[in-house]
């Protein structure tokens, strides 16, 4: 019985929709292990922020200061994308 070729043609095409597919499913992992990583390096800014201004080590600039209840709100806000943007992207991906 003779068997059947598969063109040539449509096994590149495969060959190439499967690499695509690779290459998507890569640059998801580094998308999201990239906004993982900023979630965790906002947290330890907060906590770092928390400490500076806590009355066990009370830097008195970061007390007293304008800008660091500034710097508090940006980290605050980027935390805050930062968290909307894992939720989008899950919700892109599923």
């Given at each position: 019985m003779p068997t059947a070729e598969?063109?040539?043609?449509?096994?590149?095409?495969?060959?190439?929709?499967?690499?695509?597919?690779r290459e998507i499913?890569?640059?998801r992992a580094v998308l999201g292990a990239a906004l993982?990583?900023?979630q965790t390096a906002?947290?330890?800014?907060q906590?770092?922020?928390?400490?500076?201004?806590?009355s066990d080590v009370y830097d008195i600039e970061y007390v007293e200061g304008m800008t660091a209840a500034d710097?508090?709100?940006?980290v605050a806000?980027?935390?805050r994308a930062t968290r909307i943007a894992l939720v989008l992207k899950r919700q892109i991906e599923n």
């Open positions: 598969i063109p040539t043609n449509i096994t590149a095409e495969t060959e190439i929709e499967t690499e695509r597919a499913d890569a640059l993982t990583d900023a906002l947290r330890e800014a906590h770092a922020l928390g400490r500076l201004v806590g710097l508090d709100q940006m806000d980027a935390a």
